[in-house]
């Protein structure tokens, strides 16, 4: 049983460009949430999907949008990378309900140059 | 404002002895408390979760403390070992169906030999 995969690992961009970021989910979940994880911190909430919309959204300014597709993966866009833009970009799933535990995914690093 | 405050930043515990992290929070609509450990490279891993109908429980070594009145929760390990060595963070969440969870700054803990 798959858990949650990310892609790519690793990504370098410069300041000013565009990045997507992917994930699906572990299998039997429906609910995915992306969090940035900046060095030494603890995850703070970006966004959450569920039935292809943004259903519950952090405090993060509109340069983050996402996506979630039929399949239930889902990805994340950050336009206009500021090097504060630079931290691990986790995804969680989840499924519906009360009470449903998140499972992480390992992440995707990005750092902006 | 953080949501969720956990203390202490880091900890260093001998094999063997007791590790205990403890986290506050303000809101009281959180109704679920889960502690996930972190190791480099890696996203967080769900290890034990508790709601505020009960004030403690345990699974193997792992023991969550819960005082509802005082809006704080700890997590005690027993018996701790290096393979333990990594960080760990509190969290809280509104039980609903869209489960945003709130994260504590986390705290790095080192097991010596």
């Known amino acids: 049983d798959a858990g949650v995969t990310q892609s790519p690992t690793h990504l370098i961009k410069t300041r000013g460009q565009q990045v997507t970021l992917r994930c699906s989910p572990k299998?039997?979940?429906?609910?995915v949430s992306w969090y940035q994880q900046a060095l030494g911190q603890g995850p703070q909430f970006i966004f959450q999907y569920y039935e292809e919309e943004e259903r519950q959204r952090g405090n993060f300014p509109d340069r983050f949008s996402g996506h979630q597709f039929p399949n239930y993966s889902s990805e994340l866009n950050v336009n206009a990378l500021l090097l504060g833009d630079s931290a691990l970009y986790l995804c969680?799933?989840?499924?519906?309900?009360?009470?449903?535990?998140?499972?992480f995914g390992d992440g995707t690093r990005l750092s902006i140059l | 404002q953080q949501q969720v405050k956990q203390s202490p930043q880091s900890l260093i515990v001998q094999k063997g002895g007791i590790s205990i992290i403890n986290c506050a929070y303000e809101n009281t609509a959180f109704d679920y408390f889960p502690w996930y450990q972190q190791f480099p490279g890696k996203g967080p891993a769900l290890l034990i979760a508790?709601?505020?109908?009960?004030s403690e429980k345990k699974e193997g070594r792992f023991t969550i403390s819960f005082n509802k009145s005082a809006k704080q929760f700890s997590l005690h390990i027993m018996d701790s070992q290096p393979g333990d060595s990594a960080t760990y963070f509190c969290a809280a969440s509104i039980g609903d169906n869209f489960n945003k969870f709130y994260f504590g700054s986390g705290t790095k803990l080192n097991v010596k030999p």
């Open positions: 969680a799933s989840s499924s519906t309900g009360g009470f449903q535990p998140q499972h």
């Open positions: 299998s039997g979940h429906d609910t």
């Open positions: 508790i709601r505020p109908d009960v």
